[in-house]
């Protein structure tokens, strides 16, 4: 929701912020690791109790995560190679804060709701790949009730106290679930429509090229094996040709003076 309405205001509040971090010499991929590391530190906080303290690393993972992208942009280093760093980091972030989470509960509510942060974990793994899986295909898939950034938000939430949590934590598995399920609705929607002219050109002459690559890889060898052996029989031929003109010479030769 928040990626889908506000990312405009939010990137430009967030420019000047990634320009001045670029001119102190911050990377794009130095805030991505170091948000990765902030994850593992509010994992513990969080599995060891301490769920205030795992309010501020949570906050500072987030300006981690939202900081990268206007420093890449500042710097003039947005690539696919960093979009990719930072789509993995943000998975394995999300698992490690569930982790922590599901450690917590291991030791403070026994039985089966361990799995509670588990089925959360799932269910935002098939909110991204949804997404992901039409951006391949040519289709937005953005937008929904919980989205990273909301999801980031009522964790905090249930951080506050250890009575919010496993409400908050119940909220986000529906909300996640409801998220998923619209995305998967308006993809199946989406894809009904009749592809464009443009499209389907293009990925035949993407399957065309493909096509004839492998057969120009496959028909390589075979065509310098004919190719060297047309060359031996020219060398052959030359090689022949040769004697017999020198033993007709020898002959004519021998014949003039016997």
């Given at each position: 929701m928040f990626d889908g309405r506000w990312r405009d205001t939010v990137d430009r509040g967030t420019g000047p912020i990634g320009r001045r971090l670029q001119r102190f010499g911050v990377s794009a991929d130095m805030l991505t690791a170091t948000g990765l590391i902030s994850a593992a530190a509010?994992?513990?906080?969080v599995g060891t109790g301490h769920l205030h303290l795992a309010i501020?690393?949570?906050?500072?993972?987030?300006?981690?995560?939202?900081?990268?992208?206007?420093?890449?942009?500042?710097?003039?280093t947005s690539s696919t190679r960093g979009a990719f760093f930072d789509s993995v980091t943000d998975r394995?972030?999300?698992a490690l804060i569930l982790g922590g989470v599901a450690w917590y509960l291991v030791s403070t509510h026994p039985g089966h709701l361990v799995l509670l942060p588990?089925?959360?974990?799932?269910?935002?793994?098939?909110?991204?790949?949804?997404?992901?899986?039409?951006?391949?295909?040519?289709?937005s898939a953005k937008g929904g009730l919980m989205e990273r950034a909301e999801r980031m938000i009522l964790l905090g939430i249930g951080f506050l106290s250890a009575s919010l949590l496993v409400p908050v934590l119940w909220l986000m598995l529906v909300?996640?679930?409801?998220?998923a399920m619209g995305r998967f609705v308006k993809v199946w929607r989406l894809a009904e429509a009749p592809v464009p002219v443009a499209t389907l050109r293009r990925h035949r002459r993407a399957r065309?090229?493909?096509?004839?690559?492998?057969?120009?890889s496959s028909a390589s060898p075979a065509r310098w094996r004919a190719r060297r052996q047309g060359e031996l029989a020219s060398r052959s031929g030359r090689?022949?040709?040769?004697?017999?003109?020198?033993?007709?010479?020898?002959q004519r030769a021998g014949r003039r003076h016997p």
């Open positions: 509010t994992a513990v906080a501020l690393l949570l906050i500072l993972t987030g300006l981690h995560d939202l900081l990268d992208g206007p420093v890449a942009k500042a710097s003039g394995v972030s999300d588990f089925a959360i974990l799932g269910a935002t793994s098939l909110v991204s790949y949804q997404r992901a899986k039409a951006e391949s295909l040519g289709i909300l996640t679930l409801a998220t065309t090229t493909a096509r004839t690559g492998a057969r120009t090689t022949w040709r040769a004697r017999h003109a020198r033993q007709g010479i020898r």
